[in-house]
């Protein structure tokens, strides 16, 4: 298992590296939270004290730039691609494969996030410098955001696998992707820290997987979460990710049966 596992990473990071002049193209694309950042910057420059709602100018540029870092960690595209195989046909050779065909997307994605890591870094110093931006120096942050980090990516990577997999039923499954990355940017913290939102969304938003995939880790790196926080978001990630396993599970089952292209 570890041989296949070795091979099969070596395999899809070979693959990634080929696009490593589009993985920063993407990474440049997804800049929606350093919009926000000067949004915000400038609307805290305005008010009174300086601060909104405890945050002021620097603190905003820190979490901002700490929500475009972990965001370039959960990136998920499974769900295109699912999309595509199924209604071309050319998930057929997949199934011939003796090993899920979800496990060489899973690793793909992996291995993208080592050809990313180096210019993500580089541009995250870039921008922190320009902003003003200042990460915590709590040393037990980063390495507990990077467990959520990962926690999240398996719960995102699952849920729109399974939303892929609704192309076995209907002519395009990428607009409950669109609709799910909706939920995901919103309570994610995408736009705002969840703190500015409603009472009532923060209490539907808290007991959902998403403010704990990209704004809690982004509030740990800003220095804005505590330890314990960090210890229930990550029990709620971790129960979302084993019902996200056998939704993925039961759909996929279903799914094969439904499937009917030439060679299925």
């Known amino acids: 298992m570890i041989r296949k596992t070795r091979v099969l990473f070596a395999t899809r990071f070979a693959e990634m590296a080929e696009y490593r002049a589009e993985v920063i193209i993407w990474m440049l694309s997804g800049t929606i939270s350093l919009v926000m950042m000067l949004v915000w910057m400038a609307q805290a420059a305005a008010a009174p004290g300086g601060q909104i709602g405890g945050y002021d100018g620097s603190e905003f540029a820190t979490y901002f730039l700490s929500v475009w870092l972990v965001g370039q960690l959960l990136v998920v595209w499974v769900g295109w691609e699912l999309d595509f195989m199924i209604r071309q046909g050319t998930l057929s050779p997949r199934l011939l494969c003796p090993m899920d065909p979800m496990w060489a997307e899973y690793a793909a994605h992996v291995a993208e996030r080592f050809v990313r ?100 880790p982004a509030q740990l790196l800003a220095g804005k979460a505590t330890l314990g926080q960090a210890g229930f978001g990550a ?18 089952r279903l799914g094969l049966k439904k499937y009917g292209a030439v060679g299925a």
């Open 117 to 216: 890591i180096g210019p993500m870094l580089v541009l995250l110093a870039i921008f922190a410098w320009l902003s003003g931006a200042s990460f915590t120096r709590e040393w037990w942050a980063y390495p507990v955001a990077l467990g959520l980090c990962i926690l999240g990516f398996t719960c995102r990577f699952l849920y729109e696998y399974s939303l892929g997999l609704l192309a076995f039923w209907t002519e395009s499954s990428t607009a409950f992707s669109e609709v799910a990355w909706l939920l995901y940017a919103a309570l994610g913290g995408l736009f705002a820290p969840l703190a500015f939102y409603p009472q009532w969304v923060q209490n539907i938003a808290v007991w959902t997987p998403f403010p704990y995939m990209l704004g809690l």
């Open 235 to 252: 029990l709620i990630l971790f129960g979302w990710v084993v019902l996200f396993w056998f939704v993925r599970l039961a759909v996929w």
